[in-house]
């Protein structure tokens, strides 16, 4: 059995829409954002875990605009973990039209830090433990396409 984590519904904001009429590129960011911290509720990264001196610093995070949003929207955003070490996590997740389609794409690799450096540090027992139930919870989930996608332009030989 698979369960992927979904977000609770998240709302396309006006004061989001660029002068084109759609939801300006930041905000999609934003979205995943919020989406994250659903997660980390599970995770044990929620805001209480600011008190034991540590937090997570994202380190790299890639989208994919795949088709417009707009005012008023509903999006949920699905997160799969990749892959996990003891001081970082490797995620992807897919934004969801509440229409049933893919609004975008985006791929992270976050970091767990020490704030007294700050520095990359272990994660707590309990924070990898969390990190491994969520992974089994997700069971083998082929690796998506577009994770470790690169950016340039294709050149024709």
Not at 3 to 20: A, G, M, T, Y
Not at 49 to 67: N, S
Not at 131 to 138: G, R, S, Y
Request: charged share 25%.
């Amino acid at each position: 059995m698979t369960q992927l984590f979904r977000s609770r519904p998240l709302k396309v904001l006006p004061e989001w829409i660029d002068f084109n009429g759609h939801l300006n590129m930041a905000y999609y960011n934003v979205l995943f954002d919020h989406a994250v911290d659903h997660a980390y509720e599970q995770l044990g990264f929620g805001p209480e875990y600011q008190k034991t001196g540590c937090t997570t610093y994202v380190a790299e995070f890639h989208i994919c605009y795949l088709r417009e949003l707009h005012e008023g929207d509903e999006v949920t955003v699905t997160l799969q973990l990749i892959d996990y070490d003891e001081k970082r996590f490797h995620y992807y997740q897919e934004m969801w039209h509440a229409d049933g389609w893919c609004a975008a794409t985006a791929e992270g690799l976050t970091l767990h830090v020490d704030q007294s450096g700050p520095r990359v540090a272990p994660m707590p027992d309990d924070i990898r433990q969390k990190l491994a139930a969520f992974k089994a919870a997700q069971g083998d989930m082929p690796l998506p396409a577009r994770v470790g996608r690169s950016i340039g332009i294709k050149r024709k030989t």
